[in-house]
């Protein structure tokens, strides 16, 4: 009898993309606190997080992996579907933008991004070895309001 296949989580594969957004509209906004964030089928990863409010531009709602992203509480940053519990003091850090784990469909993003939005790419942080991944590609956009970041993880 041959052993059972051994299952390994998406973030922990090789190779595997993902495009975070963090910055300051949805902290301004208070997007960052919503009850939605917590459910325990939104952190779960079973249902995936929306929110109508939740924009890059009129014509770009996010769809976001909670269970990948990454909250912070009580100044300590810890993934959502490691999050039990989080009392008072907590929020949303950087939110993983919903993808197929490709860097295409990741870049796919981008694309719908600057069609509605103006962003810049920066080189500073390419190649960095970051707590999210291995930094691809950077961008934000002119007013301040969001970051994003293409890492292999």
């Known amino acids: 009898m041959s052993a059972p296949p051994v299952i390994v989580p998406a973030v922990a594969q090789a190779n595997t993309y993902a495009l ?75 939110l993983q933008l919903l993808s197929d784990g490709t860097e295409a469909d990741a870049l796919r993003w981008i694309e719908g991004i600057e069609e509605g939005a103006e962003l810049d790419r920066l080189d500073d942080r390419v190649g960095q070895d970051d707590p999210l991944g291995m930094v691809i590609a950077v961008w934000e956009d002119p007013h301040g309001q969001w970051d994003l970041a293409l890492v292999r993880q």
């Not at 996010?62 to 003091?89: I, K, N, Q, T």
């Open 20 to 94: 975070y957004a963090s910055g300051n509209f949805i902290q301004e906004t208070e997007l960052d606190r919503l009850g939605e964030w917590i459910a325990p089928d939104v952190l779960s990863g079973k249902l995936i997080f929306e929110n109508p409010f939740l924009v890059f531009h009129d014509d770009l709602a996010l769809r976001v992996d909670a269970s990948r992203s990454w909250f912070v509480v009580d100044g300590e940053y810890v993934l959502g579907r490691d999050l039990s519990a989080p009392g008072s003091d907590w929020r949303v850090g950087y």
